[in-house]
C-alpha cells in the first residue's frame, strides 16, 4: 500500500466511526417528540358520522418550526395538515384533524397511514411508527337463505307449526340488525326492524311488524346489516337515500331475502280444461285446512268441499264453455283463480283470456329474492305460479262483466287462454271467422301476435275489448317462463298508433258507419272519465267511428286486409255493460260481425 492509500483509508476510517458515534447519539439521546396519540386505529371518511375524521396530538420536547402530514406506506405524502407553524415545548398540540382526503380532495384508498413530522431547524422528518387505517369499503354482507323449508322461492308465513322464519345472513353481525321491507303492496315500506347479536350470523321474524301488529298479505324483503371494526356499514341489498331497497330494472335482487306472507293462494290453470273433464286446481294453504267451490260468474256455487291437499280436482258441470271461479278459503281469508272451461263442439267465435298479462301483472316473488316479478319490472314470470292477489289485475271490472254479458245473453263460443294459443293447445285460430280478446292484451309473443294478424288479414273479425294491448312482445321459454318484454311498440300488431290513456269527462259520437257497428245504439256513448283514442291506423280502411267532442278517435272499426279489427277504447265499458242499452247495443252488433 502506498503512503497515499494509506492516508485514505485512515481518513475513510475516521469518518465512518464519526458517523457511528453520531447515530449512536441520536439514539440514546430523549426524542423530540413526546406523547404522540391518534385517537383511532381505522376511520372511515364516509360522512356517516362514525369515525370520519382521525384527531393527531402531540408534544414537542423543544421548540420548533413542523410540518405535519400524513404519509401513506410507501412515506409517500398524501396530505399536508400544518406547514411552518411554529410550535412551543411542552404543550399539548392538537388535535390536529385529517378527514381521509388527499390534497387533492379524494377520498384517501384503503389502506395503512402514519403521520410524519418534519423539523425544519433541525433539517429532518420523522415518520412517526403508529400506525393506522382507512377502511371506506362496506363489508360484504349477504342473505344467504330463509327457513327453515329449503326452497327456490321465498319462505311463507305463517307456517302451519307458527315458528318464525329463520334468516341466516353471510358474516358475523357487529351492531347489526336486519330490515324487514314490505316490497308489495306498494309503496315500499319498513315494517320491521330485528336486532342482531355480534357475533350471530342468524336471526328470526315472526311476521309482525314495530307495533306489535300482524304484517298484511304480501312481499316481503329482509335486508341485513352490519358493520366492520370502522363502523363502515354494509347492507346486503343496496339502499337508496330515502332508506329504501335499490332496485334495477330486470335485475334480482343480491341473495336470497324474500319472505312472503299469505294464508291462502290458488294458481289458474293454464290451459282450458274440456267441457265435463275433471282438473287439477293447485292450492297452496300451507298443509292446512281449507274450504273451496267452484262457481259460476255470477257467484252461484256448482261444486263445493274442503282439503287440506295441494291439489283439489273438481268437475265443471254442463256441456257449453264457460268460464268458471275456483275459490278457496281459510276464515276470512280467500283466493281465487279462473277456469276456463271449453266445449266439445266448435262455434263461430273464440273468445281469448289473457293469461299472460295477468301474471305479467302478478305481484308474486318467484326466486325469493324479496322482489315480485312482474313484466312492468323486467321479469323474468313463471306462468305456472299462484295469483299473488285475490283475481286477476282488472278481471272484475274487465273480464267478468263482459264473461257474463255473454253467458246471459246465451251466446255460443270457444273459449282459451293466450298462453294455449301461443302452445297450439286447445281451440285455434283456425276455424274460427271471429276473435274477442276479452281482457287488456299487454304482451304477447311475437309468433302469436303474428298469427293475430294473419288470421284479419285472412277474413277474420278481432274485438279488443280491453286497453293497452298488442303494443309490447314477449319471450316465452319451453318452461313456460315470460322473459325480455320489450317496451311499447310505436304501432301495434295492426299498425295502429294508440295514444296513452286520458283522463277528463267525455261524450262521444257515432260517425260513419259501414259495417252496422252502432246498429242498435243511439249513436251517443257519454260520461265517460277515460278513453284511449286510436290515432292512426296505417294500411287500413275506416269502416266505423265514434269521436269524443275534440274529434279523437275512440271507438273504431277499420278495414285490414279481408279482415275487420274493433277497438272500443273504453276502459270503463265492461262495468257499464249490465245497466247501459247502448253498450248492449254495441256489444250485440260486435257479436254480429264477430260471427259471420
Do not use: C
Not at 418550526?65 to 404543550?91: F, H, I, K, T, W
Not at 324487514?180 to 320491521?192: D, E, G, M, S, Y
Not at 293447445?425 to 294478424?453: F, I, M, N, Y
Amino acid at each position: 500500500m502506498t503512503r497515499l492509500a494509506k492516508v485514505v483509508f485512515a481518513l475513510l476510517v475516521i469518518a465512518t466511526g464519526g458517523a457511528f458515534f453520531a447515530a449512536q447519539k441520536l439514539k440514546t439521546s430523549a426524542p423530540i417528540v413526546i406523547s404522540f396519540r391518534l385517537k383511532l386505529k381505522t376511520i372511515s371518511p364516509n360522512g356517516d358520522g362514525r369515525a370520519d375524521n382521525q384527531q393527531i396530538t402531540f408534544l414537542l420536547k423543544r421548540s420548533e418550526v413542523v410540518d405535519v402530514s400524513v404519509v401513506d406506506q410507501r412515506g409517500d405524502n398524501v396530505r399536508e395538515l400544518v406547514s411552518g407553524v411554529q410550535l412551543p415545548a411542552y404543550r399539548m398540540i392538537g388535535p390536529i384533524i385529517w378527514n381521509g382526503r388527499t390534497d387533492d380532495g379524494r377520498i384517501a384508498p384503503d389502506g395503512r397511514y402514519r403521520i410524519a413530522i418534519r423539523l425544519r431547524r433541525e433539517g429532518r422528518r420523522i415518520v412517526v411508527p403508529k400506525l393506522f387505517h382507512v377502511d371506506d369499503t362496506p363489508p360484504k354482507v349477504v342473505v344467504n337463505s330463509i327457513g327453515p323449508d329449503a326452497s327456490a322461492g321465498p319462505e311463507v308465513l305463517p307456517r302451519r307449526d307458527n315458528q318464525p322464519a329463520q334468516i341466516v345472513i353471510s358474516t358475523a353481525a357487529h351492531d347489526g340488525q336486519l330490515k324487514i321491507f314490505r316490497t308489495w303492496p306498494r309503496p315500499v315500506q319498513l315494517v320491521a326492524t330485528v336486532p342482531l347479536k355480534n357475533g350471530s350470523t342468524t336471526g328470526s321474524w315472526d311476521g309482525h311488524g314495530d307495533d306489535g301488529k300482524a304484517v298484511r298479505a304480501g312481499t316481503y324483503l329482509v335486508v341485513a346489516e352490519t358493520r366492520d371494526q370502522a363502523g363502515v356499514l354494509g347492507t346486503s341489498v343496496p339502499l337508496d337515500a330515502a332508506g329504501l331497497p335499490r332496485t334495477v330494472y330486470g335485475q334480482p335482487l343480491p341473495g336470497h331475502g324474500g319472505i312472503t306472507v299469505r294464508t291462502i293462494a290458488v294458481e289458474p290453470p293454464l290451459l282450458p280444461v274440456e267441457a265435463g273433464a275433471p282438473v287439477g286446481v293447485n292450492v297452496d294453504g300451507s298443509g292446512n285446512r281449507f274450504g273451496w267451490n267452484l262457481s259460476r260468474l255470477n257467484g252461484a256455487a256448482v261444486r263445493h268441499g274442503a282439503s287440506a291437499a295441494a291439489e283439489v280436482f273438481v268437475r265443471p258441470p254442463g256441456k257449453a264453455s264457460q268460464l268458471y271461479l275456483f275459490t278457496a278459503n281459510r276464515g276470512s281469508n280467500r283466493a281465487a283463480a279462473p277456469l276456463a272451461v271449453d266445449d266439445a263442439q266448435s262455434h263461430p267465435v273464440l273468445v281469448v283470456l289473457p293469461l299472460m298479462t295477468w301474471q305479467g301483472l302478478n305481484p308474486v316473488d318467484d326466486n325469493g329474492d324479496g322482489e315480485p316479478n312482474m313484466l312492468p319490472t323486467g321479469g323474468p314470470v313463471k306462468l305456472a305460479r299462484v295469483l299473488g292477489t285475490p283475481l286477476p289485475a282488472r278481471f272484475g271490472v274487465q273480464e267478468r262483466p263482459i264473461m257474463r254479458w255473454l253467458d246471459r245473453t246465451h251466446r255460443r263460443y270457444d273459449l282459451t287462454t293466450d298462453y294455449a294459443l301461443a302452445r297450439g293447445r286447445g281451440p285455434k285460430l283456425a276455424g274460427h271467422s271471429g276473435v274477442l280478446l276479452v281482457g287488456d292484451t299487454v304482451w304477447l309473443p311475437t309468433a302469436t301476435a303474428e298469427q293475430l294478424r294473419s288470421f284479419v288479414t285472412k277474413g277474420g273479425t278481432v274485438v279488443e275489448a280491453g286497453t293497452n294491448s298488442l303494443l309490447r312482445a314477449v319471450t316465452l321459454s319451453n318452461a313456460a317462463d315470460l322473459t325480455h318484454p320489450l317496451p311499447a311498440a310505436t304501432s301495434d300488431i295492426f299498425g295502429s298508433t294508440i295514444a296513452p290513456l286520458r283522463k277528463g269527462t267525455f261524450n262521444l259520437k257515432a260517425g260513419k258507419d259501414q259495417i252496422g257497428l252502432f246498429s242498435g245504439t243511439s249513436g251517443i256513448f257519454t260520461n265517460y272519465d277515460v278513453i284511449e283514442q286510436t290515432e292512426a291506423t296505417t294500411g287500413t280502411k275506416p269502416l266505423a267511428s265514434a269521436t269524443s267532442a275534440e274529434g279523437g278517435v275512440v271507438i273504431v272499426a277499420f278495414a285490414l286486409g279481408r279482415g275487420t279489427v274493433i277497438r272500443y277504447g273504453l276502459p270503463q265499458l265492461p262495468s257499464r255493460l249490465a245497466s247501459d242499452p247502448d253498450l248492449q247495443g254495441l256489444m250485440e252488433s260486435s257479436w254480429r260481425l264477430l260471427s259471420r
